[in-house]
C-alpha cells in the first residue's frame, strides 16, 4: 500500500504569507496526485490534481509541484479564506489514499 | 448542478448494519466511478471503497474489505454502501465522491455532504 505523509501537521500563518505544505508518497507514483482543502463542517474540495493542474474554479494563487515521491502545494498570498485543512491523495493505485492533513491556522 | 446526496446514516449498536445511499443528480451518473469515503470525528480522510461506471470493477480498503459492499444502480442514479459486522471505529461521515479522470489523472472532483454514522450501545 502507498501512505503518504504529510509535513507539518500544523502550520501558522498569517493574511499574505506564502506557505507551503509537502507530501511525501512511500513509493513513486508519477504525478497521480491531488490536493483537497476542507473546511469544517464541509466536504473536501479538490484544488489541484495530475500534481500540478488547477481544477477549473480555484484561485491561481494556489500551486502544486512535484513528482515520484514528493510533491508541494503552495498558496502564494494567504487569504483569509484560505485558513483549512489540506490533504494530498493518490487516486491511482488501489487503496487509494489520503494524507494525515495539514492543519493552517491564524497566526 | 452536480449534486450527491448521501443519506440512510443513524446510531446503530455494534455488530449491527446500515445502508448508506447516495442520490445522484446534475450529471450522467452512469459514466464515472464513485467512491465511499469517511472521516471519523476530528480525525482525516479515509478511502472505503471505488466502484467503476458498469460495476466491472470493484475495491476496498483493507478496513472494510469483508464487512461493507459497495453498489450502484445506474438506471436509479444511486450508489449504495451496505455495511454489516459495524464497529464502534465505523463512527464517522461518510461521503460518496464522483470520481473524474483527465488522460488517467483523476480526482474526487463532487462530493456529497456526508451522513454520519455512530456505532455505539
Known amino acids: 500500500d502507498i501512505q503518504l505523509t504529510q509535513s507539518p501537521s500544523f502550520l501558522s500563518a498569517s493574511v499574505g504569507d506564502r506557505v507551503t505544505i509537502t507530501c511525501r508518497a512511500s513509493?513513486?507514483?508519477?504525478?497521480?496526485l491531488a490536493w483537497y482543502q476542507q473546511k469544517p463542517g464541509k466536504a473536501p474540495k479538490v484544488l489541484i490534481y495530475?500534481?500540478?493542474t488547477l481544477q477549473s474554479g480555484v484561485p491561481p494563487r494556489f500551486s502544486g509541484s512535484g513528482s515520484g515521491t514528493e510533491f508541494t502545494l503552495t498558496i502564494s498570498s494567504l487569504q483569509p479564506e484560505d485558513f483549512a485543512t489540506y490533504y494530498c491523495?493518490?487516486?491511482?493505485?488501489?487503496?487509494?489514499?489520503f494524507g494525515q492533513g495539514t492543519k493552517l491556522e491564524i497566526k | 448542478e452536480v449534486q450527491l446526496v448521501e443519506s440512510g446514516g443513524g446510531l446503530e449498536h455494534p455488530g449491527g448494519s446500515l445502508r448508506l445511499s447516495c442520490a445522484a443528480s446534475?450529471?450522467?451518473?452512469?459514466?464515472?466511478?464513485m467512491n465511499w469515503v469517511r472521516q471519523a470525528p476530528g480525525k482525516g480522510l479515509e478511502w472505503l471503497s471505488f466502484?467503476?461506471?458498469?460495476?466491472?470493477?470493484?475495491f476496498y480498503a483493507a478496513s472494510v474489505k469483508g464487512r461493507f459492499t459497495i453498489s450502484r444502480d445506474n438506471a436509479k442514479n444511486s450508489l449504495y454502501l451496505q455495511m454489516n459486522s459495524l464497529r464502534a471505529e465505523d463512527t464517522a461521515v461518510y461521503y460518496c465522491?464522483?470520481?473524474?479522470?483527465?488522460?488517467?489523472?483523476?480526482?474526487?472532483?463532487?462530493w456529497g455532504r456526508g451522513t454520519l454514522v455512530t456505532v455505539s450501545s
Open positions: 465522491a464522483r470520481q473524474y479522470c483527465s488522460d488517467t489523472k483523476c480526482s474526487f472532483d463532487f
Open positions: 446534475g450529471f450522467a451518473f452512469s459514466s464515472f466511478a
Open positions: 466502484i467503476s461506471h458498469t460495476s466491472g470493477a470493484i
Open positions: 513509493q513513486g507514483i508519477s504525478s497521480y
Open positions: 495530475a500534481a500540478s
Open positions: 491523495q493518490q487516486p491511482n493505485t488501489y487503496p487509494y489514499s
